[in-house]
């Protein structure tokens, strides 16, 4: 729906006075929040036992890749001018599309890897690491959000601490799960 709208907006010229950047906006904006969406499944689920929600996950994620897909096309077609050196001085000279970068380029063996024979063909476990990275690519989300706007901060922030507390539910899970039960003594 998202790029629907876009779409839209490009062919009735409400896409503002311009146009390239409140797409690049809009995609970004939308990749933040699919994966705040994908990040917050596994939580949900803990916490309501509606284990159906898991089936979405995916779908999801895949959401937050084309999204990431299409933000940084428009980002070689417009800024860089597909042109592969000045990207790759952009990339290495601003920090800010260096993090934006590395978040996009480890959504990519996210992406590959979001099929079940990916899963049997890596493993549950080694699947499960390589998918954490979903919380770096956030990460790097949200950096590259900050350090691009500057100012007006609030909306990075916010995504910031959305991401922060689904990471400490995680890693708070994870202690707990891997703490020894104190059972009480009988005597």
């Not at 629907?4 to 929040?33: K, M, Q, S, V, Y």
């Not at 690519?137 to 601490?161: C, E, F, M, N, Q």
Request: aromatic fraction near 14%; charged fraction near 15%.
């Amino acid at each position: 729906m998202p790029l629907f709208l876009l779409i839209w907006g490009a062919f009735t010229g409400n896409l503002g006075a311009n146009p390239i950047e409140t797409i690049t906006h809009t995609t970004g904006d939308w990749i933040l929040r699919f994966l705040v969406l994908t990040l917050c499944i596994t939580p949900v689920r803990w916490l309501t036992g509606w284990n159906p929600l898991i089936r979405f996950r995916r779908m999801l994620g895949l959401f937050a890749f084309f999204y990431a897909c299409i933000h940084f096309a428009i980002y070689c077609l417009s800024i860089a001018n597909l042109s592969l050196s000045d990207i790759g001085t952009d990339i290495a000279k601003r920090l800010y599309v260096t993090v934006g970068f590395t978040g996009f380029v480890l959504m990519i063996p996210l992406a590959i890897t979001s099929t079940k024979k990916w899963i049997t063909r890596l493993g549950g476990k080694r699947w499960q690491m390589l998918h954490r990275l979903v919380y770096v690519s956030a990460i790097a989300g949200v950096l590259h959000y900050l350090w691009l706007v500057k100012l007006d901060t609030k909306y990075p922030v916010r995504y910031a601490i959305v991401i922060g507390v689904l990471l400490l539910f995680r890693v708070w899970s994870a202690v707990r799960s891997r703490s020894p039960i104190t059972q009480p003594s009988g005597g």
